[in-house]
């Protein structure tokens, strides 16, 4: 008997092999995150490189810290193109510059997010990493417009995963 973990990891398998990046998130029967993802294109993009001690690194991508990489030694492999928050089918776009690399499987999860709701606001809390340079990201939703106030590799930021 296939189990629903198994049945999970074929159809991201599956919908990899042939290039698809997106999904959506159930998060409660009126709330839900979409998702796109793509493969980095170095010619869509600027670079900045920086030296230390001898080692030249990857900084900046189109003028910005970037996040996704311990040490910028290579390229990302995959950006966070699209992520939209979805409550009572009103989509709600949310920032994702500068957010490569957000998971090692191309496919993100529940487990990944947290939707904490205030009496006039949300906050959406998610943390992304492939293995190595890992971010977290908040959202502040109100009045169905979102900002993002927190983009960052501080621990201090993923605190509330363990909440």
């Given at each position: 008997m296939t189990t629903t973990i198994q049945v999970l990891v074929f159809i991201i398998s599956f919908s990899n092999l042939f290039g698809q990046k997106n999904g959506t998130i159930k998060i409660d029967d009126n709330?839900?995150?979409?998702?796109?993802?793509?493969?980095?294109?170095?010619?869509?993009?600027?670079?900045?490189?920086?030296?230390?001690?001898?080692?030249?690194?990857?900084?900046?991508?189109?003028?910005?810290?970037?996040?996704?990489?311990?040490?910028?030694?290579?390229?990302?492999?995959?950006?966070?193109?699209?992520?939209?928050?979805?409550?009572?089918?009103?989509?709600?776009?949310?920032?994702?510059?500068?957010?490569?690399?957000?998971?090692?499987?191309?496919?993100?999860?529940?487990?990944?997010?947290?939707?904490?709701?205030?009496?006039?606001h949300y906050i959406l809390f998610a943390f992304f990493s492939d293995g190595a340079g890992s971010y977290s990201a908040h959202w502040k939703i109100e009045n169905g417009k979102s900002e993002r106030i927190v983009l960052s590799i501080e621990e201090e930021f993923f605190e509330w995963q363990l909440e």
């Open positions: 709330t839900s995150i979409y998702w796109e993802i793509q493969q980095f294109d170095t010619s869509k993009h600027t670079f900045e490189y920086c030296l230390e001690s001898d080692l030249r690194y990857l900084c900046k991508i189109d003028k910005q810290d970037w996040f996704g990489s311990d040490r910028g030694l290579d390229f990302p492999k995959n950006e966070l193109k699209k992520l939209e928050l979805i409550i009572s089918q009103k989509r709600i776009p949310l920032e994702t510059s500068q957010m490569f690399n957000p998971n090692f499987s191309g496919a993100l999860f529940e487990s990944q997010f947290e939707l904490k709701r205030f009496k006039d």
